[in-house]
């Protein structure tokens, strides 16, 4: 089983940024997909940002430009860089390893508020 731990949420003025992270631990495979997801109280779950086991990338229309998502494989992390976020990020977000088998992190909340 895959265990993934994420970390750097909290509260953020309008304009500012977060850096989130997801460790990954437990039985990583070679070929996997890392992502973002967020949902927002009232809100369905979306996807934010994705990234292939060979780099490829994927995100929303309304955070690209803004957030960036890579990878550090040598200790199976990923991490999403926010900027400039918006009030209307807001929301619990949650890291997912899609393998053989899908994992979900716990979530972090992410306020950005003034």
């Known amino acids: 089983q895959v265990q993934l731990v994420e970390s750097g949420g909290g509260l953020v003025q309008p304009g500012g940024s977060l850096r989130l992270s997801c460790s990954a631990s437990?039985?990583?495979?070679?070929?996997?997909?890392m992502a973002w997801y967020r949902q927002a109280p009232g809100k369905q779950r979306e996807l934010v940002a994705l990234m292939s086991n060979t780099g490829t990338t994927n995100y929303a229309d309304s955070v690209k430009g803004r957030f960036t998502i890579s990878r550090d494989n040598t200790q199976n992390a990923v991490y999403l860089q926010m900027n400039s976020l918006k009030p209307e990020d807001t929301a619990v977000y949650y890291c997912k390893y899609t393998g053989r088998l899908t994992y979900w992190g716990q979530g972090t909340q992410v306020t950005v508020s003034s």
């Open positions: 437990g039985g990583i495979g070679s070929i996997y997909f």
